[in-house]
């Protein structure tokens, strides 16, 4: 049996949805359809409950998830060892990263190490929040640079290094009311039409939205759903009275028209964090954050956050 197989099921045990699963392995539905119903026959069992309105995991199904996941680390632990009793260890490190946020110190660092690790290949990949665990969990991102809400939250065998943090913001119409106030209380986005990622395409970048509007007791309705925020501050400039909430280092996104107002709430933070999965057997992920320990203590993080 093909260790993918394992890995495409528990990406569906994770998504419980066929399409964004087999959007996410680059496949179409049918032929995911088809691996996991010949996983089920190999077993003789069921692994998915199935009706026209959601999947859920069977108990032979969770239990399934739980050993394909052990057989993955296995596989990938023993796949390491003998490369390197072969003299043969995987020079190669994969990295996610969220564009704005984090491109420009990224390249810096990005430089240096090439120049004093010049045996490690580096393959980078600008992407949706959304598509990172995947990432991750499937080894196509060995570590990532993420944004996401300041609150803790911990996550089996994912480790993280915090770096800076990034303000929330809120975009109107330079016509709007509200455009020429330079601040706006969180709470007060609540009187406007929201337009916002919708939490069903997009689950994390649509957490991402609604976590400081509900922390502050604001339901997360947004009268404008969108697939993704880049497509939010674009229909912002259609909507003369309507809000969207963003984090600072996205300004770029909104268009001529619109104007950018800070937030008041000093708890409405994003922080901009390095994570990675510590299943990961690929040696190079070591070296990699020795050499960023190093390049963090020497900088001004907070400056960064002023240049935001």
Known sequence: MEIRLF????????????????EQLGMTQPVLSRHIKYLEEQFGVQLLDRNTHKVELTPSGKLLAGEAAKIIAQYES????????????????SIAFLGEATREFLSSFLSEFRKQHAAIRIECCDTELDAIPDALDNRRADLAFVVGPN??????????????????????????????????SIREVANWPLIGVNRRLSPLAGECNA???????????????????????????????????LPKHRRELLGEDTVLLAVEEEDCQYNVELIWD????NPCIKTFLEEFNRFSYQQDWDMKVSRQ
């Open 211 to 245: 976590h400081f509007l509900e922390r502050h007791g604001i339901g997360y309705k947004p009268e404008i759903e969108c697939a993704n925020l880049s497509t939010c501050c674009f229909t912002l400039e259609l909507h003369d009275n309507a809000v969207v909430v």
């Open 151 to 184: 609150r803790r939250e911990e996550v089996q065998n994912l480790q993280r290094i915090r770096l800076f943090s990034d303000p929330l913001c809120v975009a109107v119409s330079k016509n709007h009311p509200l455009a020429g106030r330079g601040t706006i």
């Open 78 to 93: 023993a796949f390491l060892t003998v490369q390197s009793s072969l003299g043969k260890a995987r020079q190669k490190l």
């Open 278 to 281: 510590t299943n990961n057997r």
């Open 7 to 22: 890995h495409e099921f528990l990406l569906l045990a994770k998504q419980l949805n066929f399409s964004r699963a087999a």
